[in-house]
C-alpha cells in the first residue's frame, strides 16, 4: 500500500476559525512532511517530523500548528489564518528523512480563507 | 536557494523526445524528480545521489553532473500520460534531513 490519504479534501474558513488537516500513511515509514502550494507554484516545505519528533520548521507562522501524535499520522493545526493561506496544503512520507528517500505524497487539501 | 529549471514550457507530438534541465549554485547531495499532473499529487520519478547511485522507474533516465550541479531528465518516445509539470527537488549539503527545495517547474504537453 503506498498512499497517503488526506483529510478533507477542501476547507473553508473564516480568519477566525480554528480547523485541522490530516494526514495518514500505512507504509511504515518514519518521516513524514507538510508542503504548502500554491497555484502554478512549486511546493514548499512547511515541516519535517521524523520518528515524530519535528526535525524541520522552515520559519512558519505560529497560526500553523503541526502534531504527529505517532508514526502514521500528521496534523496541521490551524488558527486565525489569513486569506493569502489559501493554497493547496499537501502531506508526504518517506521511509525516512535523508537526501536518499522519495517521498510519496497524498491528495492534498485545498483551502480557502475567507 | 531555489534550483532553476529549464525550459519553463515544452509542447511534444507523441513519439518525440524531450529533456528538462535543473541546476543549482549550491554543492548538492541528491537531486529528485517529480511529476504533478493538474489537481494530483506529485508522484516520485527518480533520485540522483552523488556518486551517481540512481533510484527510480524503470522508463525514465536521467543524469547528473556533480561537478556542475546539473541534472537532467530524459523524455523519449513521449506518450500522451506525461503530460503535466515536472519538478526537480534538490538536497543541499545542509539539508541532510531530505528537506526538498523544489525548482519553479517544468510544463509539459504532450499533444496526439
Known amino acids: 500500500d503506498t498512499e497517503v490519504t488526506q483529510t478533507p479534501k477542501h476547507l473553508v474558513m473564516g480568519m477566525t476559525n480554528k480547523k485541522s488537516l490530516k494526514c495518514e500513511q500505512h507504509?511504515?515509514?518514519?518521516?513524514m512532511y507538510w508542503y504548502k502550494q500554491k497555484a502554478k507554484k512549486p511546493p514548499e516545505l512547511m515541516f519535517v517530523y521524523s520518528y515524530e519528533k519535528l526535525s524541520i520548521n522552515e520559519s512558519v507562522p505560529s497560526r500553523f500548528s503541526p502534531e504527529c501524535p505517532n508514526s502514521s499520522l500528521l496534523n496541521l493545526h490551524l488558527h486565525a489564518l489569513q486569506p493569502e493561506d489559501s493554497a493547496l496544503y499537501l502531506c508526504?512520507?518517506?521511509?525516512?528523512?535523508?537526501?536518499?528517500?522519495?517521498?510519496?505524497f497524498g491528495p492534498g487539501t485545498r483551502l480557502t480563507v475567507t | 536557494q531555489q534550483p532553476v529549471q529549464s525550459p519553463q514550457a515544452v509542447i511534444l507530438r507523441e513519439g518525440e523526445d524531450a529533456v528538462i534541465n535543473c541546476s543549482s549554485s549550491?554543492?548538492?547531495?541528491?537531486v529528485h524528480w517529480y511529476r504533478q499532473k493538474h489537481g494530483e499529487a506529485p508522484v516520485f520519478l527518480m533520485i540522483?545521489?552523488?556518486?551517481?547511485e540512481q533510484k527510480g522507474h524503470e522508463k525514465i533516465s536521467a543524469s547528473f553532473n556533480e561537478k556542475k550541479q546539473q541534472s537532467s531528465l530524459y523524455l523519449t518516445a513521449s506518450q500522451l500520460s506525461y503530460s503535466g509539470t515536472y519538478f526537480c527537488g534538490t538536497v543541499s549539503r545542509e539539508g541532510s534531513q531530505g528537506n526538498l527545495i523544489f525548482g519553479k517547474g517544468t510544463k509539459l504537453s504532450v499533444k496526439p
Open positions: 540522483l545521489l552523488k556518486g551517481g
Open positions: 507504509m511504515g515509514h518514519r518521516a
Open positions: 508526504a512520507s518517506s521511509h525516512l528523512a535523508g537526501v536518499s528517500y522519495e517521498q510519496y
Open positions: 549550491k554543492a548538492l547531495y541528491s
